[in-house]
Structure formats: structure tokens, C-alpha cells
Nanobody, 121 residues
Framework: EVQLVESGGGLVQPGGSLRLSCSAS????????ITWVRQAPGKWLEWVSTISYNGHTTVYAESMKGRFRISRDNTKNTVYLQMNSLKPEDTAVYYCAKDIEAFHYSGMDYWGKGTLVTVSS
């Protein structure tokens, strides 16, 4: 059974940082890219970042460039999202998802249940 479990969310002040983790099981982890997506209440599901199967290629949404960094440790079947300089508009549930292929070209097929990030003073 494919499983993706997010952790690391919580309450932070504007300008603060959080590191999210996505622990994966049930598939050959280093054959697939991983994508982070988020959704704030009343807003569209928003793509955040994708990392290729071997970690050599990363891509970010424009509003996250320079603030967020995605990485992976294939020995631990884990992907991370380091979030810095957080803004109130970053408040959302953050999900990680398994890419169908080695990168995001064909979309995603499995999702975690999400972890809540709240940015507020």
C-alpha cells in the first residue's frame, strides 16, 4: 500500500521558518519525483514545488522562489520542504504527493493527508 505521511506543521510568526517532512512507503521511492501542494481555506489547490527522483532537479512556484527549498534523502524515503520568511498568505494545509514518473510531467497519483501550517502574529 502506498503511503505518504506529512509532518512538521504548526504555528509560526510572520518571518519565521518551518521544515516539513514527507515520509513515504509502499513504492520504489527513488524511481519517482515528489510534489508539494497546498490549499488554504476557500482557495484553489496551489502547486508549491517538485523534486526529481534523484534530487538533481527542483522547481518552485514563483511566490515561493528564494523562500522555500525542497530536498530529499533517498536512504530514508523522505522529502523535506524548508520554508523561510513565512507570510500570512502561506497559511494552508500542505500535502506531499507521489509523481507518476521520475518528475512531475504526468502528474501525481497518491497523496498524503496533509499537515497544517499557520502563519500569524
Amino acid at each position: 500500500e502506498v503511503q505518504l505521511v506529512e509532518s512538521g506543521g504548526g504555528l509560526v510568526q510572520p518571518g519565521g521558518s518551518l521544515r516539513l517532512s514527507c515520509s513515504a512507503s509502499g513504492f520504489i521511492f527513488d524511481d519517482h519525483g515528489i510534489t508539494w501542494v497546498r490549499q488554504a481555506p476557500g482557495k484553489w489547490l496551489e502547486w508549491v514545488s517538485t523534486i526529481s527522483y534523484n534530487g538533481h532537479t527542483t522547481v518552485y512556484a514563483e511566490s515561493m522562489k528564494g523562500r522555500f527549498r525542497i530536498s530529499r534523502d533517498n536512504t530514508k524515503n523522505t522529502v523535506y520542504l524548508q520554508m523561510n520568511s513565512l507570510k500570512p498568505e502561506d497559511t494552508a494545509v500542505y500535502y506531499c504527493a507521489k509523481d507518476i514518473e521520475a518528475f512531475h510531467y504526468s502528474g501525481m497519483d497518491y497523496w498524503g493527508k496533509g499537515t497544517l501550517v499557520t502563519v500569524s502574529s
